[in-house]
């Protein structure tokens, strides 16, 4: 909530938007509610909105490390790697 806070340019309208996420509690609990928080804050997304997303989808029932795998280079014949950008040492005669 003190990111949204921060990120609005009227204090009043982080407010507002802290509350709402306060009344998911009750659609939701509390536990859901903090499981979303945390993706949110994980991923950057700190507003109202991206909570609500988060609880209707189910994702914080998922675990934080199954979308971190997704990032994680995969080997493949198409895939070069950092050897192949290296300057090459150019044969004077």
Do not use: W
Request: proline fraction near 3%; hydrophobic fraction near 30%.
């Amino acid at each position: 909530m003190e990111k949204i806070i921060e990120k609005k340019e009227h204090p009043v309208l982080g407010y507002r938007s802290s509350l709402g996420i306060i009344r998911l509690e009750k659609s939701y609990g509390r536990e859901r509610l903090e499981a979303a928080s945390k993706r949110a804050v994980t991923f950057g997304a700190y507003s109202y909105q991206s909570i609500k997303s988060i609880l209707e989808k189910g994702l914080d029932k998922k675990p934080l490390e199954e979308e971190s795998n997704k990032n994680v280079a995969q080997n493949h014949e198409n895939v070069r790697g950092s050897v192949y950008y290296q300057p090459q040492e150019e044969n004077v005669c």
